[in-house]
């Protein structure tokens, strides 16, 4: 449920990210790329886009458990890497405004410029992030290549944002990516199209079995939206249209999560 649309002062004012899970096996052919209906339902059609997607961390995933993900991402057709500093905050109950509260007491509050605040809807979890992007230029690498260890932790380092790099104490995130090691990478598929006036995303993502041997391929349909009562009638309805299909699966799977814990 929505909590109240009310938006305190101090609070940042976040988009809305609808993420919905889609049964790989009803969606996906025997190749591992959606079935024509499906493209044709979100009117999405080809090239598909490729990304590649690395996480940094200890052994001991010491940056993750205090709720920060530093990502390194290359988009097929962009001439950078994409670096996101991501802090994350669980919304219990559905208290959105009260979890952008506790951001403001962190310091992410309406003053905030150069972070953004993003509240993503799946079928039962909420989660508010605040993110800080940086773009760091690929040039030397093949187009969908990420860098290694040792340049991953330089270039991280060298764009972290003062708030991430000093959550604990001074330096110390900067600190523990000197010891970090890599959690992936992922080389996930996506197709854009349109629905309910909205651009959609349609992402196919192939990452190690939670049983240790074999793939698991997630299907997530998501689009971005400004308005909290149109994200959640819009994730209604089109939690409806893939029920519908015979498409949706009914639970939700946060793919950083099963990154750090799988790889």
Same mark, same amino acid.
């Given at each position: 449920?929505?909590?109240?649309? &009310? ?16 049964? $790989? ?6 190749? #591992?790329?959606? #079935? ?32 920060? &993900? ?58 508010? &992030? ?16 990420? $860098? ?12 972290? $944002? ?7 104490? *001074? ?34 993502? $192939? ?19 400004? *308005?909290?009562? #149109? ?25 950083? &999560? ?6």
């Amino acid at each position: 449920m929505a909590s109240s649309t &009310s938006q305190p002062a101090s609070n940042m004012v976040p988009k809305y990210e609808v993420k919905l899970l889609m049964d $790989p096996t009803n969606v996906l052919d025997s190749n #591992k790329r959606l #079935k024509p209906t499906v493209l044709e339902t979100f009117t999405a059609a080809p090239p598909v886009v490729k990304m590649a997607i690395q996480f940094l961390d200890t052994n001991t995933k010491d940056i993750y458990n205090k709720d920060w &993900s530093p990502r390194i991402r290359k988009v097929q057709g962009k001439a950078d890497f994409e670096l996101t500093y991501k802090r994350r905050y669980t919304i219990a109950n559905g208290e959105i405004d009260a979890t952008l509260a506790i951001a403001a007491e962190d310091g992410f509050d309406l003053a905030t410029t150069i972070y953004e605040a993003q509240v993503d809807l799946g079928y039962e979890k909420q989660t508010l &992030s605040i993110n800080r992007d940086e773009f760091h230029p690929s040039s030397g690498y093949d187009a969908m290549d990420l $860098p290694g260890e040792e340049h991953s932790r330089i270039m991280l380092t060298e764009h972290a $944002p003062e708030k991430f790099d000093n959550w604990v104490k *001074k330096q110390w995130i900067t600190d523990k990516l000197k010891e970090s090691r890599i959690y992936g990478p992922v080389l996930a598929q996506r197709y854009v199209g349109e629905w309910g006036g909205e651009k959609v995303y349609i992402e196919m993502w $192939p990452v190690k079995a939670a049983i240790g041997t074999g793939t698991e391929y997630i299907v997530e349909a998501s689009f971005k939206v400004r *308005k909290r009562t #149109k994200a959640f009638k819009m994730r209604q309805e089109l939690m409806d249209l893939l029920c519908t299909k015979g498409w949706f699966l009914a639970r939700d799977f946060l793919r950083t &999560s099963a990154i750090m814990e799988r790889y």
